[in-house]
């Protein structure tokens, strides 16, 4: 199975699932990122 990463609209093998916020800080949804983006994610996540 494959999945469409959130960010870049690549198609990857591998899909991390995020949970999106809202600007209120409630869960929105959840997207799927591929592994370089789920990378960068986690990096802006840390600041
Ligand atoms: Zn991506």
Redesign the pocket.
């Known amino acids: 199975m494959s999945y469409t990463?959130?960010?870049?609209?690549?198609v990857?093998e591998q899909a991390h699932s995020i949970t999106i916020y809202d600007k209120d800080g409630v869960e929105d949804r959840l997207e799927l990122?591929?592994?370089?983006?789920?990378e960068d994610w986690l990096l802006e996540l840390k600041g």
Do not use: A, G, K
Request: hydrophobic share 10%; aromatic share 24%.
């Open positions: 990463c959130y960010y870049c609209n690549q990857s990122l591929c592994d370089s983006c789920y």
